[in-house]
């Protein structure tokens, strides 16, 4: 099991088990294998931007007015601090195996999930990035060896430093099963532990 992964795992205290199977190279053949339902298997693709997107990766916590201040009718709300944003072109996209990626979904979604925060947060920070439309993609082999740094299947986790995007149909399943760094293992969570830690972006992307 990759060491990533374990320790990701026992540090958010969500209970896995480790499954051994024969060699596999795709999530699907993983779920053929072990002979489960592919809607339990995850699938997580590298997906590329065309243009760099601006990603709220932090919401501060408003600040408390001071203990000595006195409160009056004229007295001003502490303003909230400005939301941490940070600009990326790859992105993980996770969905169930037996499914497809659905690129319109994604950059649609993308835009969707921009404009909404753009117009809820600009007033805390006038310098965030307007809404873009983009086109999604597979992202290519170098990509992945340059950002990731691994030949195994993608787990959908925190670990890679990119924005995870899962699809809501995998929130249904009791348990979720998932690479564990490796092409012979893989590893089972429960579904609810997983997801209360790991809070993806959480919308429909596959076909």
Known sequence: MDKKIQKFL????????????????????????????PKE?????????DKPLAFVTEFPAPQAAPKKAIKTSKSKAVPAPAPKVE?????????????????????????????????KLVKQNPKLPKPIKVKSSIAKEKDIAAKLNTKYLLAPLEIYDLPLFMDKKLTLNKNIIFTAGSFTESVKVPSKQFFKATEPILGNFAK
Do not use: M
């Not at 209970?15 to 489960?36: D, L, M, P, S």
């Not at 298997?41 to 931007?49: A, E, G, S």
């Not at 169930?96 to 999930?113: C, E, Q, R, S, W």
């Open 10 to 37: 026992e540090g958010e205290d969500i209970k896995f088990e480790v499954i051994k199977h024969r060699k596999v190279y795709t999530a699907f053949n993983a779920a053929e294998t072990q002979h489960i339902n």
């Open 41 to 49: 298997v995850v699938k997580t693709v590298l997906v590329k931007f």
């Open 87 to 119: 600009k990326y072109s790859l992105a993980l996209v996770a969905v169930p195996a037996g499914k497809h990626l659905d690129f319109k979904k994604i950059d649609t979604f993308v835009f969707d999930v921009q404009s909404k925060l753009y117009k």
